[in-house]
């Protein structure tokens, strides 16, 4: 008799971490580029801090997952 693969919540949420990691990665990343073509000073800058607080946020998706990890 067999039974139904039922992942580990654990690796689920890990997996789920990993998967918004790179999403919000990629949003910083577009960020960075309209930045770099923006023409308004302001806006430049708000895609700047955009950036900074993605970049902030995909640090502590990191370490969450390396916690999780353990």
Do not use: C
């Not at 919540?9 to 580029?33: C, G, M, V, W, Y």
């Not at 770099?36 to 708000?46: K, L, N, T, Y």
């Amino acid at each position: 008799m067999s039974f139904p693969y039922t992942p580990n919540p654990k690796d689920e949420k890990i997996e789920s971490l990993e998967a918004q990691s790179d999403f919000l990665n990629t949003l910083r990343l577009r960020h960075l580029h309209w930045l770099s073509s923006a023409d308004d000073p302001e806006i430049e800058h708000v895609h700047e801090e955009i950036a900074e607080l993605i970049e902030e946020i995909g640090d502590q998706y990191s370490r969450l997952r390396h916690g999780l990890q353990q």
